[in-house]
């Protein structure tokens, strides 16, 4: 028979911050660069949730948030933040409550909105320095990508995840150099109809992605898990941690 754990009181806790094992690697100048940084993520879904709670562990100051969903049972199995207790939120909130979890005293502006070509213009986190672009539906992609390029905002995009099981397979890039992913492919043809060049950052993988299959008559569901999506959040989440450290020491 298991034991039951026994549960340690708050009085009980070792002292310390959850940012004692960054500082060690940052220092105390790229922990308060890191504070002071303003990051926004756009989507927070498999890759989005892993990436935006990365930022937050990693002692991101300032979070600017945007999915118009709600958590979902089937969710579950690759949201970061995907407890039982969440479900039947918007994303937006449950994400809000888990950041606060690990540093209560993180700044998160969050909007639970669609982002489409007549949103952009006021759904853009012009505030933040960086951007982390983890939709997964083409148009809105396209619009988003779009308006960061023209901007002429830092950003780092996500390719196609669902359907892969490899997260070995994920790569870091430009978009030019993505191959085998079907998303990227009809990124590269939207956004070339409106000459935005391809050298931004994505993540992408070269994995072929397993078909979907179609549920009770319903529209085609693709399959996820959460190996590829939430690697592909940390990977994100890295290249914006590492860019604003890289800053510090430019």
Request: glycine share 8%.
């Amino acid at each position: 028979m298991v034991e039951p754990i026994e549960k340690i009181g708050p009085s009980e806790r070792t002292e310390g911050s959850f940012l004692d094992r960054t500082r060690i690697i940052a220092g105390d100048d790229g922990l308060a660069r890191l504070a002071d940084a303003r990051v926004a993520v756009y989507g927070l879904g498999g890759v989005g949730a892993a990436c935006a709670l990365d930022l937050v562990r990693a002692g991101v100051g300032y979070l600017h948030v945007i999915d118009y969903d709600i958590v979902e049972y089937s969710n579950l199995n690759r949201l970061a933040f995907g407890y039982n207790r969440y479900a039947g939120l918007a994303k937006t909130e449950a994400f809000t409550d888990a950041a606060k979890e690990i540093n209560p005293a993180i700044q998160i502006v969050s909007e639970n909105i669609f982002f489409s070509a007549e949103s952009a213009a006021q759904i853009i986190a012009r505030e933040c320095c960086f951007h982390a672009d983890c939709i997964d539906s083409l148009s809105p992609k396209v619009n988003l990508i779009a308006s960061l390029y023209l901007e002429r905002l830092i950003f780092i995009s996500s390719m196609g995840t669902a359907g892969r099981i490899m997260p070995e397979s994920l790569r870091l890039g430009t978009m030019q150099e993505v191959k085998g992913c079907p998303l990227a492919r009809a990124l590269r043809q939207r956004l070339g109809k409106m000459a935005i060049p391809f050298d931004f950052p994505v993540v992408w993988s070269d994995e072929p992605p397993i078909k979907p299959i179609c549920l009770e008559g319903k529209r085609r569901i693709q399959g996820s898990m959460p190996f590829v999506p939430q690697t592909a959040g940390h990977i994100m989440a890295s290249w914006i941690v590492r860019t604003i450290l890289k800053k510090q020491s430019s």
